[in-house]
């Protein structure tokens, strides 16, 4: 009798036992999955720290300019009042070099010494006198940048302590740099020049100005052309365009464009643009003309998922009133499906301005020493400009084209901020 009463206790005991063994396990999947969530999010932000990290560090040298003043005397007769540009600008440099280093005066060791000095001293002192032609017959005070070899020196990159061999500059050069410390003719302000300055064949010389512009021009092409025809694109599938094979196809094709490498819109901007129309090479009308193309898909896929987002209620309600079709688009719908838009839009746009496998393949990596005028004319872009310094053999270039990355991730970051808060903004809730 004792055993049949305790038979179904001990099949209760167990039966909690095990389902509180269960519980105990579904809890420690729980903190399993959490500390797997948890150890994911803090390797892709150590990942993107060190990321950002290393091109900070990288870019740190190009923030600042090692620059040298030098008091220039301009002889009468050097320059011609009527033709500043054409005076001699380089000897009167070279005749000022020479005063601080008399004892330098062989040819080889004159040279060496101009290699300390920026090649473009002597442009800078031409647009001075150009400014103001009473400087001839009197002294010039001007401050251009040293060569690379000169701010890397000076900067640290290039270590002193090596051995002549294992070093980009000789022990008389890093003599005749010390002179100039001494006499506290080197300084070093802000790079302003790398924003302000188009491209050059030497580090201290170049700048973002042409890519900016350029890429300016090209998503100002991409804007005026996508956005609108994205817009009616989306606006006459979701609300007007019968629901047929058709138009599934077109929904299909439309949302297979989206994933298609950029590299395919290049090679289709190059045989459309250039080839068939004949459209000016390198020129960010053509660059802007393709990134539309491969921005499209992306407006018009979010434009449509915009306008699904606005209630039928609204439709019918503005057509209960008396409104047509377009009435309803126009003045309820399309409103307040704008914040999703724009935020689409401004979405594709900063895809767009990161791209450069399209722009490559369309001649916008030259090399352009001046920034454009106008869309037709040919220059680069950021991801292009970050392409061609990346390939230089110049160490210079090495801490630019980190400086140029972080350029580019800031108006990437600012593109993306403004989407958000848009999104935010104007965002209705139903």
Partial sequence: MSDTTQQPARKERNAWFEADARLKRRHLADKRLRAYGIAAIVFALGMLATLVGTILVTAAPAVTQTMVTFEVEVPEGSVDP?????????????????????????????????????????????????????????????TFPLSDIGDQLHKGVIDRN?????????????????????????????????????????PELAGLRGALVGSFYALL????????????????LEEFAPKNRLTDLI????????AV??????????????????????????GGLVLSLM????????TRAALKAV?????????????????????????????GILTGTIIGLAQALGETAPLLLIGMNAFITAAPDSMFNPSTALPT????????PERGFTSRTSAAIIVLLGFLVCMNAIAIYMRKRFERRW
């Fill in 82 to 142: 009527a033709n500043p540009s054409g005076g001699s600008y380089q000897t009167m440099l070279n005749a000022s070099i020479a005063r601080i280093f008399p004892d330098v005066d062989t040819p080889r060791e004159l040279r060496e010494l101009r290699q300390l000095f920026s090649n473009g001293g002597q442009y800078q002192l031409r647009d001075k006198i150009l400014a103001n032609p009473s400087l001839i017959g009197g002294t010039v005070s001007i």
């Fill in 162 to 202: 090596l051995p002549p061999d294992f070093r980009r500059v000789n022990d008389a050069q890093i003599a005749w740099y010390d002179v100039l410390v001494e006499r506290g003719q080197i300084s070093t302000p802000l790079n302003w020049g790398l924003i302000l300055n188009a491209d050059s064949r030497f």
């Fill in 221 to 236: 092409v991409c804007f005026l052309v996508s956005f609108p025809v994205g817009i009616a694109a989306a606006v006459y």
């Fill in 251 to 258: 929904e299909v094709n439309i949302n297979n464009l989206a």
């Fill in 261 to 286: 490498p950029s590299i395919v819109f290049g090679l289709l901007g190059l045989a459309v643009f250039l080839n068939f129309f004949g459209m000016p090479r390198s020129a960010p009308i053509v």
């Fill in 295 to 302: 921005t499209l898909p992306t407006i018009i896929i979010a």
């Fill in 311 to 339: 209630p039928p209620s609204i439709r019918e309600a503005a057509i209960g009133v008396g409104a047509s079709k377009m009435q309803t688009v126009g003045h309820h719908v399309l409103p307040l499906a704008m914040p």
């Fill in 385 to 392: 400009q970050i392409y061609i310094w990346a390939d230089s």
